[in-house]
């Protein structure tokens, strides 16, 4: 089966642009989330959705991010206006239920803000 | 809250050599335990996973074992190979939710 897909695999912004970043699930899994690993840090949860529905954004940093999902099949991560401190890796996972791991993820995509 | 503490890298071995990448953690209730693996250029991979107190989980000749007195889930390999190059993170899982807490990640590096 084909797996998680994420587009772009790189990008570079200016402070203030707008950038879209783009998740397609395994076909079939229900659940996706995103997670973003900042420069040196730690991976952290971002959201999850089960379908189109946002089951949790409790890890959503601010108001400038917004998560899409529709039709329940790829999702897209928006981000306006980007800020420096955005920069970092955005990764993808999606499951086929919710369990305990492990969720399949995608290659990344690694964003700067300059 | 959970969180995942892992030794910082980068790690930088020649190949055949032992590898441990310590880690350790903190949850409540009974967590499972699991190391990713990020190869250059893919995306994270499940390398092992344990959940429950002392399951060993193996794959690839790496082992750990999941230490509920220390709290601890240490990651091993008897001899590693060039191929074993990577990023690897420790993670966990509480049994409330599915969201994945991982460490900050180690690089490996192996010489040949």
């Known amino acids: 089966e084909a797996g998680v897909t994420q587009f772009p695999s790189h990008s570079v912004i200016e402070k203030g642009q707008t950038v879209t970043l783009r998740c397609d699930p395994i076909?079939?899994?229900?659940?996706l989330y995103w997670y973003r690993r900042v420069m040196g840090k730690e991976i952290k949860f971002l959201l999850h959705f089960v379908k189109e529905s946002k089951q949790d954004e409790s890890g959503m940093p601010n108001n400038r991010f917004l998560a899409e999902r529709t039709g329940g099949t790829y999702s897209t991560l928006k981000v306006q206006p980007a800020e420096l401190e955005d920069s970092g890796v955005y990764f993808c996972?999606?499951?086929?239920?919710?369990?305990?791991?492990?969720?399949?993820f995608g290659p990344g995509t690694r964003l700067t803000v300059t | 809250g959970n969180s995942v503490t892992q030794m910082e890298g980068p790690v930088t071995l020649s190949e055949e050599a032992f590898l441990t990448i310590n880690c350790t953690y903190t949850a409540t209730g009974y967590p499972s335990l699991f190391w990713y693996v990020q190869y250059p250029g893919e995306g994270l991979q499940l390398l092992l996973k344990?959940?429950?107190?002392?399951d060993k989980g193996s794959n690839k000749g790496f082992e750990a074992t999941y230490r509920k007195e220390t709290t601890s889930f240490h990651l091993e390999k008897g001899s590693v190979q060039v191929s074993d190059s990577a990023v690897y993170f420790c993670a966990l899982t509480s049994n409330r939710d599915d969201k994945i807490i991982f460490g900050k990640g180690t690089r490996l590096h192996i010489l040949p």
């Open positions: 996972a999606s499951s086929h239920r919710s369990s305990a791991g492990p969720a399949h």
């Open positions: 076909s079939g899994h229900d659940n």
């Open positions: 344990a959940t429950k107190a002392d």
